[in-house]
């Protein structure tokens, strides 16, 4: 059921489009996405990764092989995304948890920490995570020095109008 809805979604972002329509305000996407994944690791207690590390569905447990991208995207996907490995992570990580949620519905609530990058590119924006930073194109740059410290006591931003 979430790897399904998950894979429709991704498939169905115009991927032609993605990095042609920025805005300033995908930063708060950007930012959403740090803190909602402070809290996870802040609400299981685990050691603070990178988020470019951050595999939440390993993280929970996971032992399967991380997916391919090419066992569930089409072939816009799989040609966007091969262009950019740190893009990619993130979405075999999402595509990941959505099919670890199909086994244990209790991981489900963690989709939402992916989901402000995924609302990035489905707004044709572009981002790029990199080990020391977030970059939104066009938008700005979130340094990820102490990320955890800086996120973990923000106060929520009001994504549904993005």
């Known amino acids: 059921m979430y790897l399904t809805k998950t894979v429709e979604r991704i498939?169905?972002?115009?991927w032609d489009v993605v990095g042609k329509s920025t805005s300033r305000a995908d930063?708060?996407?950007?930012?959403?996405?740090?803190?909602?994944?402070?809290?996870?690791f802040k609400e299981q207690s685990l050691k603070i990764l990178p988020p470019l590390l951050a595999n939440i569905a390993k993280l929970l447990g996971d032992n399967e092989e991380e997916v391919a991208i090419s066992d569930?995207?089409?072939?816009?996907?799989?040609?966007?995304?091969?262009?950019?490995?740190?893009?990619?992570?993130?979405?075999?990580?999402?595509?990941?948890?959505?099919k670890y949620a199909d086994k244990y519905p209790d991981a489900s609530k963690?989709?939402?920490?992916?989901?402000?990058?995924?609302?990035?590119?489905?707004?044709?924006?572009?981002?790029?995570?990199?080990?020391?930073?977030?970059d939104v194109i066009d938008g700005g740059h979130i340094p990820?020095?102490?990320?955890?410290?800086?996120?973990v006591d923000m106060e929520p931003i009001d994504i549904s109008n993005l």
């Not at 569930?72 to 959505?98: D, M, P, R, T």
């Not at 990820?144 to 996120?151: C, D, G, K, P």
């Open 144 to 151: 990820l020095n102490n990320w955890y410290e800086n996120f």
């Open 11 to 14: 498939n169905n972002i115009q």
């Open 110 to 134: 963690y989709l939402s920490v992916y989901e402000p990058l995924i609302k990035i590119f489905e707004r044709g924006g572009l981002y790029i995570l990199r080990p020391r930073s977030l």
């Open 27 to 40: 930063v708060d996407l950007g930012y959403e996405f740090l803190r909602r994944l402070a809290h996870f």
């Open 72 to 98: 569930y995207c089409n072939s816009e996907v799989i040609q966007f995304l091969g262009g950019n490995i740190y893009i990619k992570k993130i979405v075999e990580y999402y595509i990941q948890l959505s």
